[in-house]
């Protein structure tokens, strides 16, 4: 079992910066991946960015290239979000995933991952 807090959501203007946390606790061990989504209201839940645990490789959506950043924190066994330059599309409930499973690839499919955390959410005002 693998359980994930997300942290640092909240209220930002357009333009401007948030960073997000995930903090893992249990069997990390077993741990792949590490992702990012979010789903906006009536839409779908969409991938973000993703981490490979083992090897260090980062994944993005076209949508966040160049604005977000994933990084993980291996003591901490954290994972952050570093989002820049948000705009009102950026708004959403942002959700932090782990997989136990090897897929390779990108790991940017929700089906990838047997873990998810609450959820925090991200509002940018325009």
């Known amino acids: 079992q693998v359980q994930l807090v997300e942290s640092g959501g909240g209220l930002v203007q357009a333009g401007g910066s948030l960073r997000l946390s995930c903090a893992a606790s249990g069997s990390i061990f077993s741990m792949f991946a590490m992702g990012w989504f979010r789903q906006a209201p009536g839409k779908e839940r969409e991938f973000v960015a993703a981490?490979?645990?083992?090897?260090?490789?980062?994944y993005y959506a076209d949508s966040v290239k160049g604005r977000f950043t994933i990084s993980r924190d291996n003591a901490k066994n954290t994972v952050y979000l570093q989002m820049k330059s948000l705009n009102a599309e950026d708004t959403a409930v942002y959700y932090c995933?782990?997989?136990?499973?090897?897929?390779?690839?990108?790991?940017?499919?929700?089906?990838?991952?047997?873990?998810w955390g609450q959820g925090t959410q991200v509002t940018v005002s325009s």
């Open positions: 981490n490979s645990w083992s090897g260090g490789s980062t």
């Open positions: 995933a782990a997989g136990v499973k090897y897929y390779g690839g990108s790991y940017s499919r929700p089906y990838q991952y047997d873990y």
